[in-house]
């Protein structure tokens, strides 16, 4: 049963401390994504990643890391730096970027999301 | 750079009746659009996308879309909606030369009163 996994559903942690949210996909994708989702705001690009031992910042990539050491996973750290870290985070994957009689395929398989609350 | 206005953030609506929800983006290249709901508490899930062809997209559960370039618009409606409609719905838009990266709108919230 293919899909995006992240886990867990709901984290709780204290002002100051480090946490990784998981994300995991056995789509075969090449591409993964985390955005950070706030009330009225939309989805929001965090960080993402075109390949293995590859990735880039997207708009908001402050206070946040991530790592692609396998094409499956590509988990994000929500760093003390992170002025705001209360959010819904969510993991996206696409299928490399391919040409289709003439188009190309760009959707995005998003996964059930974080809820992570700093206390 | 490319962004999308989603015109309304909530709209409410009876059962039965239709709705539209707004959506504009500016970009100056070709586009590929994507409308995406989401219930409460859960991921993304893709409704409709427009590549090419056709500019009227339609979903297997009643939605439609139509692309218009001219207005740089890809509005979504549903002719009758009904209670499990009630979800916040995002369009997003990805610039074809730009891989895979998707820019969304700020989102509509619809409640579907009985």
């Known amino acids: 049963d293919g899909g995006i996994t992240q886990s867990p559903k709901y984290l709780f942690r204290k002002e100051g401390q480090n946490v990784t949210l998981s994300c995991e996909q056995n789509?075969?994708?090449?591409?993964m994504y985390w955005y950070r989702q706030d009330p009225g705001q939309g989805l929001r690009l965090i960080y993402y990643?075109?390949?293995?031992?590859?990735?880039q910042k997207g708009d908001i990539a402050e206070g946040y890391s991530v790592s692609r050491e396998k094409k499956e996973s590509f988990p994000l750290t929500v760093t003390s730096a992170q002025k705001n870290p209360t959010a819904f985070y969510l993991c996206a994957s696409s299928p490399k970027t391919v040409r289709t009689s003439g188009t190309y395929r760009n959707e995005q398989f998003f996964g059930p999301g974080t809820r992570l609350t700093v206390l | 750079a490319q962004s999308v206005t989603q015109l309304d953030s909530q709209v409410p609506v009876f059962e039965e009746a239709p709705v539209e929800l707004r959506c504009n983006y500016s970009?100056?290249?070709?586009?590929?659009l994507f409308w995406y709901v989401q219930y409460p508490n859960q991921g993304l899930q893709l409704l409709l996308k427009?590549?090419?062809?056709?500019?009227l997209v339609e979903s297997i559960n009643g939605f439609e879309a139509e692309f218009n370039k001219s207005q740089t618009s890809f509005h979504l409606r549903k002719p009758s909606v009904h209670i499990s409609d009630t979800a916040e719905y995002f369009c997003?838009?990805?610039?074809?030369?730009?891989?895979?990266?998707?820019?969304f709108g700020g989102g509509t919230r619809v409640l579907v009163k009985p």
């Open positions: 990643s075109q390949i293995v031992n590859d990735f």
């Open positions: 427009y590549l090419s062809g056709s500019t």
């Open positions: 789509l075969n994708h090449d591409a």
């Open positions: 997003a838009v990805s610039e074809g030369a730009a891989g895979n990266k998707l820019t």
């Open positions: 970009s100056s290249v070709s586009v590929y």
